[in-house]
């Protein structure tokens, strides 16, 4: 409530009188009256002052805002995709023969090295075919040598002696299949890796066609996504990426592009990178990755809280550089140019040189609501 004033009766009677409010008033001069009409505005006025003082009602409004500073500091856009982790040696062992699992050599989660020995096939059919194919080719040879003596002694028949060349021949040529296939009803390992699901038992057929356990080397690994034909030209290998996996509490490892495609697919028009990890001890095949592939980079850029940023009816951007001038501030509207943002900072370009430079102080919040006549002041 605003302090009221009040004036004393006789105050007022005696100024009337002053005025003119008796007879004797009629001789003053005019000049005493405006001497006195003068004397009663000064007094008022340091009244009213004091008043204003005094009265704790009066609303301050000058605006208030919140700032920022602008920096510089070297600045980085990213673009993320979606990507996928691939390994080349994940894979299902399949056996190249038919026959009982007779022995399961391994246990899953162990590491096996390459050509180590993981499950043998009982081979004693094959074995009884290749002493059957073994007899049959010692009579082949005999039949052979005596018809090659008898043609040595001129006395042979050369359409015998044929038959006999390439019953041996053939003999030959199925033992060695045979021994091969008996080779075979071990199953080795293809490369170094670790036993991750064995999917058979002790006493099942095995068949070339049914897998018999997965193997898998996860040391070295590789990364693919895809990104827009937009990014072509500023994507290339050997550029930095950060590769954020989810599933891993948003782990970040930091890495570089190994391949760039060579083929836009016209499908979505995009083209794929690929990153290589190596000694790798975190990642699986299939898990899910974020890539964070950095697409711009400035050394030494002016960068601000993009919240700062305002626009014109004419679309253009800028900034309330803020200038201290006694208990408050008074406000430069700088026109900018933003060349990129990213995570909530901007890195620009003053559109007049000079403008605005290092720990210059601009308005955060409440900037919509000052022009630049406002004075403001700091929350």
Known sequence: MKTKLFYPAFFISAFLISCGGGKESSNKSLEDLIAKRDALKSELTIINQKIAEMDTTKADLTPIVTTTTVQQKDFVHKVEV?????????ALINPESNGTIREIHVKEGQK???????????????QSSIYEVETSLEMATYMFEKQQKLMEEGVGVEIEYEQAKNQKKSLEK???TMRSQKGKS?????????????????GEMASPAYPLLRLVNNRNITISASLSENLLG????????????PSMNDTVIKAVISYKGNFIDPVNRTFRIQVDVKNNTLLLPNQLAKVNVIDFSKKGALVIDSEAILQDTKNNNYVYKMVKDGDSFTLTKVFITIERSYKGESSIIPITAGQL?????????GAKGVTETDRVKIQ
């Open 186 to 202: 071990i199953v080795r390992a293809p490369f170094a890796g670790t036993v991750d699901d064995i999917m058979i038992n002790l």
């Open 112 to 126: 096996v090295s390459k050509g180590q020995a993981l499950v043998t096939i009982d081979s004693e059919v094959l």
């Open 234 to 245: 500023s994507i290339r290998i050997g550029s930095g990426v950060d590769l954020v996996i």
């Open 174 to 176: 199925k033992l060695q």
């Open 357 to 365: 430079i290092s720990n210059d102080m601009i308005v955060l919040a």
């Open 82 to 90: 979606q990507g996928a982790v691939e390994t080349d040696q994940n």
